[in-house]
């Protein structure tokens, strides 16, 4: 049974730092790994998609990264904003599109 | 291109009751999955609807149960709702059930059981 792990649980920065946040799952049997962002009481954002065979995907701020043989990936925020608070959620596809989740991470970024 | 859309937006029950939860996929989507996501919890897999059938189920009892209409949008049946059930419902399509294709997620229903 695939397990995820997010570290930490709760985040706080202030404005402008360099941040990573990790996650690690235990079946690496997986076809992908996806980074959400989740505003409190609100739905599930989509930040990032890795691919199983890909090693990391880029969007603006956001650099998440895939090694699967470990069972690890890590999600870096570069100059965090206070816009930035959210938990961020990670999930594996380990098939049909079944997503496994781990708690989250809480972030605060402060002014 | 519509995204996905659940009604909803909040509903309180006592415990007990019946609850229907409802679901529109994104356009050409022919697969849908609930996810139920309890306070400070990640969320967790309930079950998975493709072309009108049952495609794989999460640890969850009977009374949690589900169908898939011919447009592909789906609805969430809870019966003899129990206080633990309180939770955010979440509604994901894909383009086909296959492990590569990406989920996107419609906004939630917030059940509360009184």
């Known amino acids: 049974k695939q397990e995820v792990t997010q570290i930490p649980a709760a985040l706080s920065v202030p404005e402008g730092e360099n941040l990573v946040l990790n996650c690690s799952f235990t079946d690496s049997a997986i076809y992908n790994l996806q980074w959400f962002r989740q505003d409190p009481g609100k739905g599930l954002t989509s930040l990032l998609l890795i691919q199983s065979s890909q090693r990391e995907q880029t969007s603006g701020r956001l650099n998440a990264s895939l090694d699967k043989s470990s069972g690890r990936s890590t999600l870096y925020i570069a100059a965090s904003q206070p816009g930035d608070s959210a938990t961020y959620l990670c999930?594996?596809?380990?098939?049909?599109?079944?997503?496994?989740f781990g708690k989250g991470t809480m972030l605060l970024v402060s002014p | 291109e519509t995204g996905v859309t659940q009604s909803p937006t909040h509903l309180i029950k006592t415990r007990g009751q019946q609850v229907t939860l409802r679901c529109s996929s994104q356009s050409g989507h022919n697969t849908v999955s609930w996810y139920q996501q309890a306070l400070g919890q990640g969320p967790q897999f309930i079950f998975q609807?493709?072309?009108?059938?049952?495609?794989g189920r999460g640890n969850f009892p009977p009374r949690f149960s589900g169908l898939q209409f011919p447009n592909y949008s789906s609805e969430l049946n809870v019966n003899a709702l129990e206080l633990d059930d309180s939770a955010l419902y979440l509604c994901?399509?894909?383009?086909?059930?296959?492990?590569?294709?990406?989920?996107?997620f419609g906004p939630g229903t917030r059940l509360t059981v009184l």
């Open positions: 999930a594996v596809n380990s098939g049909y599109s079944t997503l496994t």
């Open positions: 609807y493709y072309r009108e059938e049952e495609n």
């Open positions: 994901a399509s894909s383009l086909a059930r296959g492990g590569q294709n990406t989920q996107y």
